[in-house]
């Protein structure tokens, strides 16, 4: 596997903390290893500035998020509102060089699987027609079983090759409170994927000792096949 993305049941899931947390751990142990992000689309400020604050990425600004539109809405809103096309065969092409150059891609996705890219086509639409071995960030909350259930149902609409999922803490969350939102058994026994492991909350999500930290309780060995000859990608 060179590449993964690393798609959510919404926005705000905890993508961003996934994809961090995973590139901390690889730059803490993995000095030696070319890892690349790719941020294939962007609409307003937020991930690409943060892969540039935390590491010292050797990617070109094009080559961490091809298609960039300033608006904060779903990309098809966003390009209208500047009267620019969708071209997607910009970020592919850029996917595909990073696969050439470095041993891992993280593709950090936008909102969740069912998130628009264009007025035709989901995430999940570009993660089958691209091929991605996808993880699934899952938000510790009210809600999330079904969320999870309805997006894993999505995934094998669109035949994705679905590595797992994370469950992720975006707010302090008791014990009690993780067992009864987001229970790991029954989200694996009604969806029959692995859940991979649960990140917990983070106060500073900028901390890249704590990112790595919490990195090195998931299933490592899925998600970053560190043996191997690999890329990362975070959709």
């Given at each position: 596997m060179k590449t993964l993305l690393i798609s959510g049941?919404?926005?705000?899931?905890?993508?961003?903390?996934?994809?961090?947390?995973?590139?901390?751990?690889w730059?803490?142990?993995?000095?030696?290893?070319?890892?690349?992000?790719?941020?294939?689309?962007?609409?307003?400020?937020?991930?690409?500035?943060?892969?540039?604050?935390?590491?010292?990425?050797?990617?070109s600004p094009a080559e961490v998020n091809p298609l960039y539109f300033q608006a904060p809405l779903a990309p098809p809103l966003?390009?209208?509102?500047?009267?620019?096309?969708?071209?997607?065969?910009?970020p592919w092409q850029t996917l595909q060089r990073l696969q050439q150059a470095y041993d891992y891609v993280l593709v950090e996705g936008l909102g969740g699987?069912?998130?628009?890219?264009?007025?035709?086509?989901?995430?999940?639409?570009?993660?089958?027609?691209?091929?991605?071995?996808t993880v699934l960030v899952v938000p510790v909350r009210l809600g999330a079983i079904g969320q999870t259930v309805a997006t894993v149902a999505l995934a094998r609409q669109s035949k994705l090759n679905l590595k797992g999922i994370v469950l992720n803490c975006g707010q302090p969350r008791t014990e009690t409170e993780?067992?009864?939102?987001?229970?790991?058994?029954?989200?694996?026994?009604?969806?029959?994927?692995?859940?991979l492991g649960l990140l917990p909350y983070l106060p500073d999500c900028r901390d890249r000792p704590a990112?790595?930290?919490?990195?090195?309780?998931?299933?490592?060995?899925?998600?970053?096949?560190?043996?191997a000859q690999t890329t990362l990608v975070s959709l």
């Amino acid at each position: 596997m060179k590449t993964l993305l690393i798609s959510g049941t919404d926005t705000d899931a905890g993508k961003t903390v996934l994809t961090t947390a995973l590139a901390a751990y690889w730059y803490a142990h993995c000095p030696d290893r070319r890892l690349a992000l790719l941020k294939p689309l962007q609409s307003g400020e937020g991930d690409r500035e943060l892969y540039q604050r935390l590491f010292d990425l050797q990617q070109s600004p094009a080559e961490v998020n091809p298609l960039y539109f300033q608006a904060p809405l779903a990309p098809p809103l966003a390009a209208e509102l500047e009267q620019r096309a969708i071209d997607l065969a910009i970020p592919w092409q850029t996917l595909q060089r990073l696969q050439q150059a470095y041993d891992y891609v993280l593709v950090e996705g936008l909102g969740g699987l069912g998130s628009p890219v264009t007025r035709e086509l989901t995430v999940a639409d570009l993660a089958r027609d691209w091929r991605l071995p996808t993880v699934l960030v899952v938000p510790v909350r009210l809600g999330a079983i079904g969320q999870t259930v309805a997006t894993v149902a999505l995934a094998r609409q669109s035949k994705l090759n679905l590595k797992g999922i994370v469950l992720n803490c975006g707010q302090p969350r008791t014990e009690t409170e993780i067992a009864q939102w987001a229970p790991a058994d029954l989200i694996q026994s009604l969806t029959q994927t692995p859940v991979l492991g649960l990140l917990p909350y983070l106060p500073d999500c900028r901390d890249r000792p704590a990112l790595a930290a919490a990195a090195a309780n998931l299933d490592l060995e899925i998600l970053l096949p560190l043996k191997a000859q690999t890329t990362l990608v975070s959709l």
